[in-house]
């Protein structure tokens, strides 16, 4: 049940130096692969683009095969009052859960807000945040 929750996101590792983003940005763009959130984390040396696709299987495959190291791995995302308290809801319904945030990414415009976030737990998380009532999105709806 759990499972049609789960997001794939593309981890796209790129080395720490100018001009690697907008090569990453050009083989999305050639591919017609559109990113509906990202987030960056640099490290020594290298970077992760942390992205949702709107489409992750083909763009899996064509950054391969352009010599792309790229993963996949499934995240949750949930829709996001954008106010303040909106991240405690969810933060505390998963804390008190005992499951933990590894890490997370929102994003936001006018009409919505989304909580992208991997846990050590996802069944786990999607399950209680659907006990509450919290609404997790499906791939469609992003």
Request: proline share 3%.
């Amino acid at each position: 049940m759990t499972e049609k929750y789960m997001i794939k996101q593309l981890s796209i590792f790129i080395n720490n130096e100018p001009g690697r983003l907008a090569q990453i940005a050009a083989a999305l763009k050639e591919c017609n692969i559109n990113m509906k959130a990202f987030n960056i984390a640099e490290s020594s040396g290298f970077g992760v683009l942390r992205a949702i696709v709107d489409d992750p299987g083909r763009a899996y495959r064509e950054l391969s095969k352009k010599g792309i190291i790229v993963k996949e791995t499934n995240v949750i995302a949930i829709p996001m009052t954008d106010r303040p308290g909106g991240l405690l809801e969810v933060a505390k319904v998963i804390g008190d859960a005992n499951i933990n945030i590894e890490y997370g990414y929102a994003y936001s415009d006018k009409n919505k807000a989304s909580f992208f976030f991997r846990v050590d737990d996802a069944s786990a998380a999607v399950s209680k945040l659907l006990a509450v009532g919290m609404r997790v999105l499906t791939e469609t709806e992003i």
